[in-house]
């Protein structure tokens, strides 16, 4: 069961540059979603969507955008990378739209803006 | 609004003697809460759930954690640590008006052999 799977897993970005991180799940899940984690401050959503051709935004969303063409794959785009965006990125997943339900998580994506 | 504070940043026990890992939360309804556990380099991993049905929730790898309404808590626990224990633990809420979920800022927990 590879259940959520983020790629690349660390990335060095030149400031201004543009990326996106991959995020697939296998589980049928609705809802995915992005977060970001920094220290000392837990995770903080940035975009989620509960299924494809559905998003919003989260908390902390300005600086990325998303799309969900299909179920299995949610990627997250960094428009024009700053040192702020620096940061261990999670992408999760859970069954249905129920806030209340667990959630599955990818190992991450750390990335480092120069 | 739900809110998580996690009462402790870092905890340190020695190996075989009991865990303790503070959670309180505010919100004016019965909610649902999370533990979860993020070992190095990994992603986070559920440890257990609050639903109501219960107040004392059975986990896996021997964790439980009580929910008390009058303290607002909902401490997570283990009778005797292992060395594999050791990683960071969130409480989490979830966050029902905007499909969010609320983010405790993390338990550090050591184990000393």
């Known amino acids: 069961n590879a259940g959520v799977t983020q790629t690349p897993k660390f990335q060095v970005l030149k400031t201004g540059q543009s990326m996106t991180l991959q995020c697939a799940q296998d589980m049928n899940h609705e809802y995915m979603s992005w977060y970001r984690q920094d220290p000392g401050m837990g995770l903080r959503l940035i975009h989620y969507s509960v299924g494809a051709g559905i998003t919003d935004q989260g908390e902390v969303p300005n600086g990325y955008n998303v799309s969900r063409s299909t179920t299995e794959d949610f990627p997250l785009r960094l428009l024009s990378a700053a040192p702020s965006q620096t940061s261990v990125y999670f992408c999760a997943s859970r069954q249905g739209r129920y806030v209340a339900q667990p959630q599955h998580f990818g190992d991450g994506t750390r990335l480092s803006i120069l | 609004a739900q809110s998580v504070t996690q009462l402790d940043s870092h905890v340190s026990v020695s190996e075989g003697t009991p865990v303790l890992l503070r959670c309180n939360y505010s919100?004016?309804?019965?909610?649902?809460l999370f533990w979860y556990v993020q070992h190095p380099n990994k992603g986070l991993q559920l440890l257990l759930k609050y639903t109501s049905a219960a107040t004392l929730v059975k986990g896996i790898n021997g964790f439980e954690a009580e929910f008390k309404k009058s303290e607002t808590s909902f401490h997570l626990t283990k009778p005797s640590a292992h060395m594999s224990d050791a990683a960071e633990y969130f409480c989490?809420?979830?966050?029902?008006?905007?499909?969010?979920?609320?983010f405790g800022a993390g338990t550090r927990l050591t184990v000393k052999p």
């Open positions: 919100s004016s309804y019965s909610p649902s």
């Open positions: 989490v809420a979830p966050l029902y008006n905007n499909n969010d979920m609320r």
